[in-house]
């Protein structure tokens, strides 16, 4: 009954892409819309738990936390706007485009910076337990989270600086919004590439030195092993998560192979899915993947997700 069941299910999906897909830009801009509003409120709902409790603003994981969601949050409405401008061929002015690319493309950048942060975190609670209180405090996690931003920002402010030095006219013309059309040489392109390679590799190491240091210790420790079983698994999960974030690099490639087909409807629809399963899906699994497994964020998530009446939680454990 349950594989009748899961079987029905799959093909209910198969259709609803089927109807998307050949309906034309239409359907696909206004699935897009609806997919995007669904994500848009799991995170506003997840940050609102987080928010609901001082101990959750109070505590540096938590902090990362939220701040993951926010910068998810924020890189799923921008990459929404420019995907529908995309699809309707709607000019807009550059510069405007330029504010939209910047916040979208840095928060693209920071989610793998996020992750690394918050691995280095959970690293030094296992590895110097004594010292996590003097070193991870509210004030060494905004100042992370200020270099994250730095980090991400840095490669376009530097592009937007070139161009409006190199062309003062260009940021008053009108294109159709995409990153690629605001490279003006062919470097700009390479610099991008590299520095998103250096990027990601950076973050691989750290998050796999983070999991193999807590690895370590959690086999040489007496005691606590608990809380380093499960700091070992979270970090695991920071490991899934940037597999997730590696998959949307593979969104531009994915644009240039679309662009090259002859046949427009089929370049359109690999967009369309490009957008769905490369770039936007993975950055909106955090909330399932990380929060709902956490014991003191899962009940008041689901109360809030469901609006739930009746007596609230009224305590939180934090371990």
């Known amino acids: 009954m349950s594989v009748t069941n899961e079987s029905s299910e799959i093909l209910f999906v198969q259709q609803i892409f089927q109807v998307v ?33 001082a101990v959750f ?16 949050l924020i890189q799923l409405l921008f990459a929404s706007m420019l995907f529908i401008f995309g699809l309707s061929s709607l ?27 918050m691995s280095l975190e959970r690293y030094v609670a296992i590895c110097f337990p004594l010292r996590h209180a003097e070193i991870v405090t509210q004030k060494s996690t905004c100042i992370a989270i200020g270099v994250v931003w730095f980090i991400g920002s840095i490669n376009f402010l530097i592009d937007l600086l070139y161009v409006s030095v190199m062309d003062s006219e260009f940021l008053t013309s009108q294109i ?8 003006i040489k062919q470097w700009q392109a390479n610099v991008l590439q590299g520095f998103s390679i250096f990027y990601f590799v950076s973050v691989s190491v750290i998050i796999l030195f983070t999991y193999i240091s807590i690895v370590i210790t959690a086999r040489s420790i007496s005691s606590n092993k608990g809380s380093a079983a499960k ?22 490639f994915i644009e240039r192979a679309a662009a ?9 629809d690999l967009r369309f899915l490009n957008y769905l399963f490369v770039l936007i899906l993975p950055r909106c699994l955090s909330p399932l993947i990380y929060g709902l497994r956490d014991d003191a964020v899962r009940p008041l998530f689901i109360y809030y ?5 009746g007596k609230r939680r009224s305590t939180v454990n934090v371990h």
């Not at 050949?22 to 506003?44: C, H, Q, R």
């Not at 159709?176 to 490279?183: I, K, M, T, Y």
């Not at 090259?260 to 359109?268: C, D, H, K, P, W």
């Not at 997700?305 to 009446?309: A, G, I, N, P, R």
């Open 57 to 72: 603003k109070e505590t540096p994981r938590y902090i990362l936390f939220t701040h993951m969601l926010l910068n998810d």
């Open 176 to 183: 159709l919004c995409d990153r690629n059309r605001l490279f």
């Open 91 to 117: 000019k807009l002015v550059t510069a405007a485009c330029a504010i939209m690319v910047f916040v979208s493309v840095t928060t693209y950048r920071n989610a793998p910076f996020n992750l690394a942060v």
């Open 21 to 53: 897909l050949a309906e034309g830009p239409i359907m696909k801009i206004v699935f897009a819309t609806l997919l995007a509003i669904f994500f848009i409120y799991l995170n506003v709902v997840m940050v609102y738990t987080l928010w609901s409790k």
């Open 260 to 268: 090259e087909v002859g046949n427009i409807t089929l370049a359109s």
């Open 305 to 309: 997700f469901c609006f739930v009446t």
């Open 231 to 252: 700091a070992h698994k979270t970090v695991l999960l920071h490991l899934i998560q940037l597999g997730l974030c590696l998959s949307s690099f593979l969104y531009n």
